[in-house]
């Protein structure tokens, strides 16, 4: 499976094994089982076969710089030192728009708790999600305040 016009999925924690992009994208939350089985379907009914993230996207499913940060970002994160903060990785991934980052930061501040842990309280992201990302990034510590 390939995501549009990217190499097919190497790679996901660890940098070792590798897993075709639905079950990233399912392990993350961001996909259901039934809708990975729509798309290989729609991918067998159709000849060339589309790619399974142009499917994503044309359902609306996912945005497309969702899939590409989850498939081509995300594994080579722990990789890198660190650049961006949490609340940065989830806009770029398009997760989270800058309105929401500024809102979890500055409740953050009143109540102390986590970036991710008031993401996913408000309902933004889910927890599921927030667990995919953090083992990737650098310094998932520092990371997680963010």
């Known amino acids: 499976l390939e995501l549009l016009d990217r190499k097919p999925l190497k790679a996901i924690s660890p940098p070792t094994k590798s897993l075709p992009i639905g079950q990233v994208l399912q392990h993350a939350g961001l996909l259901s089982p039934e809708q990975i089985q729509q798309v290989l379907e729609e991918q067998q009914r159709q000849s060339p076969p589309p790619r399974f993230g142009e499917i994503l996207v044309r359902q609306g499913w996912l945005d497309r710089d969702t899939i590409e940060f989850f498939v081509d970002r995300l594994p080579k994160l722990s990789l890198d030192a660190p650049t961006q903060k949490l609340g940065e990785y ?9 309105e929401q980052v500024d809102e979890i930061l500055a409740e953050q501040q009143q109540t102390r708790l986590k970036f991710g842990e008031v993401a996913v309280r408000k309902g933004w992201l889910k927890q ?14 520092s990371a997680m305040q963010v």
Do not use: G, N, Y
């Open 90 to 98: 989830l806009q770029v991934a398009k997760l989270l728009s800058r």
């Open 128 to 141: 599921q999600t927030l667990d995919s990302i953090l083992p990737h990034l650098p310094h998932p510590k």
